[in-house]
């Protein structure tokens, strides 16, 4: 991406600048606070709508209850199903909300509403949940991205409104670094000398980029006024500033999952489980400060054959990337302050189809989360013996985001100006009673 393509990409966003630089100001007195607290989230994002029927909320003996055992698990009285036995001797760190109800049985509505807690809005593009932490919680001197998605779906959400300085860094592959912050080939012979050259574009880029910025606002002295002032200009140095640090930085070898050891990988289902190296990925960023990071899972668009399918495939992988993942940062002290939400953009179907699979479910199903200030070994909400109702403590997604917010140490009710001018709370709900 050029200048011009950057400045011309954001013209028609230059509104949305002014909103967002209101809410970081708004921020300013808590904010120090909370970016010392070094908080992170790291989202499971299951494509397709995983079925929370096979997974979280079994009904063995009903006609809904399908081919799979429910298991005990380290939390007393909680069971899940047979096929995430990793997941479950780590129980007592997570809680099960089995009574979500969204009513949004589409796709793409219902993966922008789970990313940003909104339905889709042709007006206003609400940003992420990734984003909105990372505006909040990211230290203006992280040497890596504040957002990190691993996969597609961070990157089609997107910051919305926030801008351009809060959009998710992308990894399609977590078992490689990415292609973007190698050195070009022809540099030098050596090492040395491809820094050397590297280093001295570095100097040319931050004089030009800094000229340019200083143009288009003259009067405005500092870079840190013209980005509260909402320069495009501004946030695309700061941006590639970044990214060229990035490329001359050792924390560049961070996305290098293959350095960790044998014995590490395998606990995360080996080199062929993408889900669990992007868990593993996850666990490494998050060691070195990165706020938000988005895991995509996808293939839960189980229509016909949904029992082999989940046994056979995204169970072990889902088992072995999350349940090792829970484990290592509770191991290594990130886990009070990382909190993991496991979700998807609806559930499945009680009713088993005549292909032995099951439809779109948004009615009442299932998400899970843990870590930071959330209280786990638990089970938010109950559905009925089939499924099909909500028995207990129906929850919204405005709920479920005030609950993520308040577990990373987030005021829900914090307000933000959206690209129309109007005020919003980050979350349109009140956090969940016991949880948090």
């Known amino acids: 991406m050029n200048r011009r393509h950057f400045l011309k990409h954001v013209a028609g966003f230059s509104a949305l600048a002014v909103p967002s630089m209101q809410f970081l100001q708004g921020l300013r007195a808590a904010e120090e606070k909370l970016k010392k607290a070094n908080k992170s989230l790291i989202i499971l994002w299951m494509g397709g709508g995983p079925s929370h029927m096979d997974l979280w909320d079994l009904k063995p003996g009903a006609s809904t209850g399908g081919d799979f055992k429910p298991?005990?698990?380290?939390?007393?009285?909680?069971?899940?199903?047979?096929?995430l036995p990793t997941v479950a001797r780590q129980m007592d760190k997570l809680t099960i909300v089995r009574s979500l109800v969204t009513n949004e049985g589409s796709h793409d509505r219902g993966t922008v509403l789970m990313n940003t807690g909104r339905q889709p809005n042709p007006v206003v593009q609400?940003?992420?949940?990734?984003?909105?932490?990372?505006?909040?919680?990211?230290?203006?001197?992280?040497?890596l991205p504040g957002?990190?998605?691993?996969?597609?779906?961070?990157?089609?959400?997107?910051?919305?409104?926030l801008g351009m300085m809060y959009a998710p860094f992308t990894v399609q592959?977590?078992?490689?670094?990415?292609?973007n912050i190698k050195a070009p080939q022809g540099l030098g012979s050596g090492e040395q000398?491809?820094?050397?050259?590297?280093?001295?574009?570095?100097?040319?880029?931050?004089?030009?980029?800094?000229?340019?910025?200083?143009?288009?606002l003259p009067h405005v002295g500092t870079a840190k006024d013209r980005e509260a002032a909402g320069s495009a200009a501004q946030a695309h140095q700061t941006i590639y500033k970044k990214a060229f640090d990035l490329t001359v930085s050792p924390l560049r070898t961070i996305f290098e999952v293959r350095n960790?050891?044998?014995?590490?990988?395998e606990a995360y289902g080996g080199e062929r489980n993408g889900f669990g190296m992007g868990a593993l990925l996850a666990r490494r960023l998050v060691e070195?400060?990165?706020?938000?990071?988005?895991?995509?899972?996808?293939?839960?668009d189980n229509h016909g054959n949904i029992f082999p399918t989940?046994?056979?495939?995204?169970?072990?992988?889902?088992?072995?990337?999350?349940?090792?993942?829970?484990?290592?940062?509770?191991?290594?002290?990130?886990w009070q302050n990382t909190v993991v939400l496991w979700m998807g953009e609806f559930g499945r179907t009680p009713r088993i189809n005549q292909n032995a699979g099951r439809d779109h479910w948004a009615r009442c199903w299932s998400v899970v989360i843990g870590g930071g200030a959330i209280k786990g070994g638990q089970v938010y909400g109950s559905t009925s013996d089939d499924g099909t109702d909500i028995k207990e403590n129906p929850a919204t997604i405005g709920d479920l985001f005030a609950t993520v917010y308040k577990g990373l140490g987030i005021d829900p009710s914090t307000q933000v100006r959206d690209n129309l001018g109007r005020p919003l709370q980050i979350a349109e709900g009140k956090p969940l009673k016991g949880i948090v």
Not at 193 to 216: A, G
């Open 71 to 83: 298991i005990k698990t380290k939390a007393p009285g909680v069971e899940i199903s047979e096929v």
């Open 126 to 143: 609400y940003p992420a949940m990734g984003s909105v932490a990372s505006a909040q919680l990211t230290p203006k001197d992280l040497p």
């Open 147 to 161: 957002f990190i998605g691993i996969g597609g779906t961070a990157q089609r959400i997107g910051p919305g409104f």
């Open 173 to 179: 592959n977590a078992g490689q670094p990415p292609a």
């Open 193 to 216: 000398e491809q820094m050397e050259r590297i280093r001295r574009r570095q100097r040319l880029f931050y004089n030009v980029e800094e000229e340019f910025s200083k143009s288009v």
């Open 260 to 265: 960790e050891s044998a014995k590490v990988k």
């Open 288 to 300: 070195k400060g990165v706020t938000a990071v988005e895991i995509d899972l996808g293939g839960w």
């Open 310 to 334: 989940i046994r056979n495939g995204n169970g072990p992988r889902l088992d072995k990337g999350m349940g090792t993942l829970v484990k290592e940062l509770s191991e290594r002290g990130l």
